[in-house]
Nanobody
Framework: QVQLAESGGGLVQAGGSLRLSCAAS????????AGWYRQAPGKQRELVAEMTINGETDYADSVKGRFTISGDNAKNTVYLQMNNLKPEDTAVYYC?????????WGQGTQVTVSS
């Protein structure tokens, strides 16, 4: 069992920045990827950014050049630096970790970007 705890969401104006943090605890050995998904009302949950254990990263086209995912192994924490935020970035952001056949999710943190 893995527990994921997000923090860092909030309300910002368009063009502003936020940094999300996700701290993992529990049986974290064997996790091979971690990252962030988001879901806006009426929309499907979508991948925002993901990092593998090898350091490879993947970003949604809509956030490339604006968001950066990083990790701190010593703290078992993954971060999402979000710059130049846009109103369309408004969503609940979920921390995510995966093994080959098991997925873990945080409870979500709200990010709201005003016009």
């Amino acid at each position: 069992q893995v527990q994921l705890a997000e923090s860092g969401g909030g309300l910002v104006q368009a063009g502003g920045s936020l940094r999300l943090s996700c701290a993992a605890s529990g049986s974290i050995f064997g996790i091979n990827a971690a990252g962030w998904y988001r879901q806006a009302p009426g929309k499907q949950r979508e991948l925002v950014a993901e990092m593998t254990i090898n350091g490879e990263t993947d970003y949604a086209d809509s956030v490339k050049g604006r968001f950066t995912i990083s990790g701190d192994n010593a703290k078992n924490t993954v971060y999402l630096q979000m710059n130049n935020l846009k109103p369309e970035d408004t969503a609940v952001y979920y921390c995510h970790a995966r093994l080959i056949t098991t997925h873990y999710w945080g409870q979500g943190t709200q990010v709201t970007v005003s016009s």
